[in-house]
């Protein structure tokens, strides 16, 4: 909020500014970890990371594995990422447990910590750096994209971000922080954030799937060693669960005594079944809490004299919108 606050009002592009927040959140629950926002050592590290993601999505290799024996450019770059990330992971796993005080564990890497010596989780410090490296990639970067994308869409949609302001204002007030112990009662936010996910859709494909047995989907038959893809974009705008699926409606989630219903296999957002993410709770969590926060200290405009934000998204597994630049004006 500081951060947001510092540019006074003038034009500023969002996404380093809420990159930076998600990083701090998840650097806090894994392991203790608060970068500051001029930190050598979290540019170094954002910047290999946002490299890593984007060349990890679109490699010939992963479409083409015969293509394996020719060793690319492109190729040698990410396993030098991947390197460097796993050496950061090894540091920060080594210099953790030097300070581990089992009695009274700090976060989540404490726990692995104490499992693993106790016997209760057999993995190596390998496994675990290979955990946080998956808890990371797979948290900050889907949180941030959505969270740009609401900016952008409450910024295109001024009569739903003062919804939002009459509902934070009407439920917390201006004396205190928005918490995630607030969602029960802010329905019109949470709605919001599943008409930004289906908006957004920053994952319009996600990873491959292969049917391990002979089984049917639906009213298909499914051959064992079949390739499964799902196409969120297409579920996302499909009228028949989304009518006039282009426009921006938090109401389709709730229902006529203003509850909100979860559009579940309508999108699929978060997978389902057995490979559901295990992060679902934690991200819809922090994109509340952002979200809120943001809303009780901020409105947010275009620019004077800009009329429309850049049309398009970015190349890469997490789909960003094209860089813009927004104003955030102080309400309280």
Not at 40 to 50: N, V
Not at 120 to 131: E, G, P, Q, W
Request: include cysteine.
């Amino acid at each position: 909020m500081k951060d947001v606050a510092s540019e006074h009002g003038k034009p500023f592009e969002p996404h380093h500014v809420i990159e930076f927040c998600y990083v701090n959140i998840i650097g806090m629950w894994l392991y203790g970890k608060i970068f500051q926002q001029r930190d050598e050592q979290y540019l170094k590290w954002a910047a290999t990371f946002a490299r890593r993601l984007e060349l990890g999505s679109c490699l010939l290799v992963d479409w083409f594995p015969s293509l394996a024996c020719v060793t690319s450019a492109e190729v040698r770059e990410l396993k030098g990422h991947v390197q460097t990330m796993t050496d950061w992971h090894t540091k920060v796993v080594e210099e953790h447990r030097q300070t581990l005080n089992e009695s009274s564990p700090r976060d989540f890497l404490d726990h692995l910590f104490i499992q693993q010596q106790t016997g209760k989780l057999m993995v190596s410090d390998a496994d675990i750096c290979c955990v946080l490296d998956d808890l990371q990639s797979n948290g900050f970067d889907t949180v941030t994209a959505t969270t740009v994308w609401g900016i952008q869409l409450l910024v295109q949609n001024p009569d739903v971000q003062k919804k939002l302001q009459a509902e934070i204002d009407e439920v917390v007030g201006s004396g205190r922080a928005p918490t995630t112990k607030d969602r029960r009662n802010m329905p019109y936010l949470e709605a919001t954030l599943w008409e930004i996910q289906r908006v957004g859709t920053i994952v319009p494909m996600p990873g491959i799937r292969g049917a391990l047995s002979d089984t049917t989907l639906g009213s298909f038959d499914v051959p064992k060693d079949t390739i499964l893809l799902i196409n969120h974009a297409k579920m996302a705008m499909n009228p028949i669960n989304f009518p006039q699926p282009q426009k921006f409606d938090p109401t389709r989630y709730l229902d006529e005594n203003g509850v909100v219903v979860a559009p579940d296999k309508k999108m699929m957002l978060f997978g389902n079944g057995f490979r559901k993410c295990p992060g679902m709770q934690l991200a819809r969590d922090m994109m509340f809490t952002v979200m809120a926060n943001l809303l009780q200290r901020f409105t947010f405009q275009l620019p004077e004299g800009v009329t429309a934000f850049p049309v398009g998204k970015t190349v890469g597994l997490i789909q960003h919108p094209l860089p813009y630049k927004i104003t955030a004006i102080p309400r309280l």
